[in-house]
């Protein structure tokens, strides 16, 4: 099982950036898909997730700000990222679990400038 997290970058405060998930030796739509993220000197947290079938849920810190989705034909998993903050700022990876396997992705950094 192979994930690519990918979009990440430098935005200022107020901007948008989607993240992308591309899963590969999965039966993807069969399986929840987290985003978590790092920031630095501080503990992964969860920050989104979806269900196989499509229900979602978020942290506290970014309802409304943010919206995952999934695209199962492409088995990939976005992260839309709006009225970004500086503290949005961290590593984001996503996550499969599978029985007791916990799959992440190599993570894509978002910088968030005031």
């Known amino acids: 099982v192979q994930l690519q997290a990918s979009g990440g970058g430098a935005m200022q405060a107020g901007g948008s950036l989607r993240l992308s998930c591309a899963a590969s030796g999965i039966v993807f739509s069969a399986y929840p898909v987290d985003w978590y993220r790092q920031a630095p000197g501080k503990q992964r947290e969860l920050v989104a997730g979806?269900?196989?079938?499509?229900?979602?849920h978020y942290a506290d810190s970014v309802k409304g700000r943010f919206s995952i989705s999934r695209d199962n034909p492409k088995n990939t998993v976005y992260l839309q990222m709006n009225t970004l903050k500086p503290e949005d700022t961290a590593v984001y990876y996503c996550n499969i679990n599978r029985g007791s396997y916990a799959y992440w992705g190599q993570g894509t950094l978002v910088t968030v400038s005031s």
């Open positions: 979806i269900t196989s079938g499509g229900s979602t």
